[in-house]
């Protein structure tokens, strides 16, 4: 089946272009300028940017991955999706060894079906002084042999693992999943910037959620923060909801990143879609009012209620990023983190028909997946 998308403004890595593209097969096989030959899906001078690849999510509409409800979880999938993420992965929090693996067992039929994009540990080999909405009696020291299992129950799905460098054998556990083909997460970590150094030299890439849950920046102790900042090496995740960080700093951390190396996140939990009230993350009870998400106890901030298409639309409104700048870190950045940047995270001719139509107010019009509709513009 082929579709052609007329009058469009379609938004690549090389700019933003007045024209159509066709989808045959699901892949994109051409992009042209201009009028569109013969007819098409008229968008009326929309924006047509790449679908959005969420590489930190627990869950929403109700859903919650780390629950292991599959049911849940296919409804929190479809949820972002309806909101532009076309790419997902889905995060576990700390637990129990044993539903770790039971649950990383469940969410890896998911995976072999397309729904996810694999799934991300976010613990339970974190910092205690850093553990946010992680339960602390949960957190474990990194075991070489526990990791091995983890990985194992993901039968080939197991994408990312959030751990702290500083933890004793932490580096020995970096080095042994990245040679498995895992990435290793910097973060929930309260290192110093000589200890995340070495956490880097070990192999690892990404920085959960930078500035959360990590030491702050100090003129005579760096610390983490411009450690993972300053080195190629490493993409930096941002939770751009307007909570977890002011827009200067996320501003702060595009400029020195760039693009290539900063990736949107939303880290939404069940209440994203559903409102305020009381939910359960993991085993740790979650308060939401006024769209932000707090334990309980203690009243750290405990994931977010953010999709991103509100991610996408605050890059541009409030850290001030061009359209093209916005698609990249919230879509080709984190694709290449998957390494998946062949396939989707730009619109370009060959890869996957996963688009989503803008209206002026930059609010999610249209999003197709694989050249289908999952919600069609008017």
């Not at 309260?190 to 150094?197: H, L, W």
């Not at 102790?221 to 190629?232: N, V």
């Amino acid at each position: 089946m082929s579709i052609t998308l007329a009058d469009a403004r379609i938004v690549t890595p090389g700019g933003v272009h007045e024209g159509w593209l066709t989808i045959e097969d699901g892949r994109i096989t051409h992009i042209g300028q201009g009028t569109a030959p013969g007819n098409g899906h008229g968008l009326s001078g929309r924006h047509v940017v790449p679908g959005f690849v969420d590489i930190h999510n627990h869950g929403g509409a109700g859903g919650s991955f780390p629950a292991g409800d599959l049911e849940g979880a296919l409804r929190a999938a479809a949820f972002h999706a309806e909101h532009g993420t076309t790419t997902i992965m889905a995060s576990l929090v700390t637990g129990a060894l044993d539903e770790l693996a039971s649950t990383t067992s469940a969410l890896a039929d998911l995976c072999a079906d397309g729904v996810f994009a694999g799934i991300h540990f976010e613990g339970p080999y974190i910092a205690a002084a850093r553990c946010g909405a992680h339960d602390p009696a949960r957190l474990r020291l990194p075991d070489r042999g526990e990791v091995a299992r983890l990985i194992k129950a993901g039968r080939g799905h197991a994408r990312m693992l959030t751990i702290a460098p500083e933890l004793p054998g932490a580096l020995d556990v970096i080095r042994d999943v990245v040679a498995d083909g895992v990435i290793a997460a910097l973060g929930h970590s309260d290192a110093d910037f000589d200890q995340t150094i070495a956490g880097i030299e070990a192999g690892g890439t990404v920085a959960t959620h930078l500035y959360n849950a990590m030491p702050p920046l100090h003129h005579r102790s760096p610390g983490p923060i411009a450690a993972l900042l300053e080195d190629e090496r490493v993409t930096v995740e941002l939770i751009n909801d307007g909570v977890h960080l002011h827009p200067a700093m996320a501003r702060l951390a595009y400029e020195v990143a760039g693009a290539g190396r900063t990736a949107l996140v939303t880290d939404a939990m069940a209440a994203t879609g559903v409102g305020d009230g009381t939910y359960v993350l993991g085993a740790m009870e979650v308060s939401v009012q006024n769209g932000v998400a707090r334990l309980v106890e203690g009243g750290s901030i405990a994931g977010s209620t953010l999709t991103m298409d509100v991610a996408f639309r605050r890059a541009v409104e409030f850290v001030g990023l061009s359209l093209v700048e916005a698609a990249e870190i919230a879509s080709l950045t984190p694709a290449r983190v998957l390494g998946l940047d062949e396939r989707v995270g730009s619109i370009a001719v060959g890869k996957d028909a996963d688009l989503v139509v803008l209206d002026d107010d930059l609010g999610v019009a249209g999003v197709m997946r694989h050249g289908t509709w999952l919600v069609e513009p008017l």
